[in-house]
């Protein structure tokens, strides 16, 4: 059984810094496994059942989050100009230093993923999964037939060729969605580009199995269910 300090326990699971965790324990606010504990170098089980001030603090050394990406953002962790996803990211998940898993253009909205976990995020960006990525489009000239077509054969661009695509119209022929198996820049607007359309909006709903929850709105984020984690790793 992992064994660690009662410090780092508690410092990976909660928003505590090493200092609040020494005064705590200086004043008997922690225990573990009903046993008041006055040394946070004190070796713990990731198993045991820690509290602080009567509260239990399971032991989680990842998070999974997903957040409606509103306009505006980068898909970064800091920028010197620009706001970032991760000003979005609540209170009570900031000490877990999350990264966004791929990436949205700053003017993409929708479905992005947040997490701490590099293995996650590899299994999810490595190119060989071809993970697919849906995307709803505003574009400024009705979709046809030709375009549906076009898609489907793959696309071929000074820096890369897109693989097949799939594009579904509608019943408004200016509304249409796109799932793509690979992320380039600017990708779905380069596609759309190319069949001489110009996209006015987009939003990304849906990775793999994974899809966008309604119920959060633009900026908001929700951690993953394991249900939906296992969605995405399927």
Do not use: W
């Not at 000490?95 to 997490?115: A, N, S, Y």
């Amino acid at each position: 059984m992992t064994k660690m300090r009662l410090d780092r326990f508690l410092s990976q699971s909660s928003a505590f810094s090493r200092k609040e965790i020494r005064f705590l324990a200086r004043t008997n606010r922690i225990a573990v496994d009903g046993r008041c504990v006055r040394d946070p170098g004190e070796k713990v089980e990731e198993t045991a059942l820690v509290t602080v001030k009567g509260k239990v603090v399971p032991y989680r050394k990842y998070v999974y989050l997903m957040l409606n990406k509103p306009q505006g953002y980068l898909s970064a962790v800091r920028d010197d100009r620009d706001p970032v996803v991760t000003d979005l990211v609540p209170e009570e998940f900031k000490h877990f230093q999350v990264f966004p898993v791929g990436r949205l253009d700053k003017d993409t909205e929708g479905l992005l993923l947040l997490t701490n976990d590099g293995a996650f995020d590899h299994a999810l960006a490595f190119p060989r999964k071809e993970v697919r990525k849906r995307y709803f489009a505003r574009l400024d000239l009705p979709a046809g037939k030709e375009d549906v077509e076009k898609f489907a054969s793959g696309m071929v661009f000074p820096d890369f060729t897109a693989k097949s695509a799939l594009l579904e119209i509608t019943e408004n022929p200016c509304e249409v969605f796109i799932e793509i198996s690979e992320g380039k820049f600017h990708q779905v607007k380069r596609m759309c580009l190319q069949a001489g359309k110009t996209v006015l909006s987009l939003k990304r709903v849906a990775i793999g199995g994974l899809r966008l929850d309604p119920a959060l709105l633009p900026g908001q984020c929700r951690e993953l269910t394991e249900e939906e984690k296992s969605l995405l790793l399927s």
